[in-house]
């Protein structure tokens, strides 16, 4: 008896788990709030651009910060670049095993042609973190991560300007 009802237990666990996974959250059935940046328009002429032809992205980043590879996840299925600057990050990661929810509700933040649905937080120490919604783009998935290192508001607005350059064209 003991044994039936533990796995009587596993297999309701196992089929919300599967459910949740076959019908996440929809972005669009969750608040949407407007992020005000700087336009991409604004970018300085001296900014580099990283370019992936392969999966047909671009960003553009100030010239004092670094792009990292860094190193695949999930068995080679995914992968990932880091844009690093003294005021913040923005890291982009393309492939497959994104998941995820944001129990606070989705912002919606700029990108070069459009908007992004994004989980805005505030860690405890005042930084913010934006988590991309994951979206299929082409013939992969793509997310994104952006936070910033400090609580300036100046460090917020550049990450999520550069955030606003991000285009697939």
Known sequence: ?????????????????SSFAQNPQSPSATQIVNVTQAPASE???????YTNAEVGFSIQYPSDWQQEDLPDENAGQTHRIALKGPEGAVELAWGTGFGGACPQGYESVSVAKGTWPACHSQR??????????????GNTDFTGLAYTNDTNAKSRELVLQVLSTLSFP
């Open 43 to 49: 970018v300085a002429a001296s900014w580099k651009t």
């Open 124 to 137: 405890e120490d005042g930084t913010d973190l934006w988590s991309l919604d994951a979206q299929p783009i």
């Open 1 to 17: 008896m003991k044994k039936q009802s533990v796995f009587l237990i596993f297999v309701l666990v196992l089929a919300s788990c």
